[in-house]
């Protein structure tokens, strides 16, 4: 940038400041229309939604989901004696619920039914994504699909070479 152009553009500057100076100032603010709470008012709020969710969701049977809305809960007031006793006892229905669906994977399982076995581990690992007992279950389960399905197309592979050496040329014919 050249000196002369620097120059003016710094000289318009302090001239227009230097008359925005002269002015009065006139900034009128719009009075506050609404008030906004104050942040324990909303946490309050906050905590009675999660307890009217969490046990909304227990009612309607989605137990897990609860257990996170009384999370919430616990984690604000960590002494609510009602948010301790609601996650213990929703921890207790979902280990229930997990090992219920365990044992029906493994009787599931010992009856040779292996679509309903793997969705039963299927389901305890929705529930419960670290229960490592259905998770062997279904890598077992995976690999005996793998190992028949290799089983049927060596069977078949095996019946074609049969048909195939049966065959004489001169039935070709």
């Not at 302090?14 to 002015?23: E, K, Y």
């Not at 906050?46 to 137990?63: H, S, W």
């Not at 699909?145 to 049966?166: I, M």
Request: with cysteine; proline share 5%; hydrophobic share 45%.
């Amino acid at each position: 940038m050249t000196t002369w152009l620097r120059a003016s553009l710094s000289a318009f500057a302090f001239t227009s400041l230097a008359a925005c100076a002269d002015m009065p100032m006139q900034v009128s603010l719009p009075a506050p229309q609404m008030r906004l709470p104050a942040a324990p008012d909303r946490t309050a709020q906050f905590i009675a939604d999660e307890r009217v969710e969490a046990q909304r969701l227990d009612a309607a049977g989605t137990i897990s989901e609860a257990r996170r809305h009384w999370r919430y809960v616990a984690a604000l007031l960590p002494s609510d004696v009602e948010a301790k006793s609601e996650i213990a006892r929703l921890d207790a229905a979902i280990r229930a619920r997990v090992n219920a669906l365990v044992a029906q994977g493994e009787v599931a399982l010992t009856r040779n039914r292996l679509p309903d076995a793997q969705l039963a581990f299927l389901k305890a690992l929705a529930i419960d994504g670290a229960n490592e007992r259905a998770r062997s279950r279904l890598r077992e389960l995976d690999n005996r699909a793998a190992f028949l399905a290799q089983d049927r197309k060596d069977q078949r592979a095996r019946a074609a070479v049969r048909n195939a050496g049966t065959e004489s040329p001169e039935d070709g014919r």
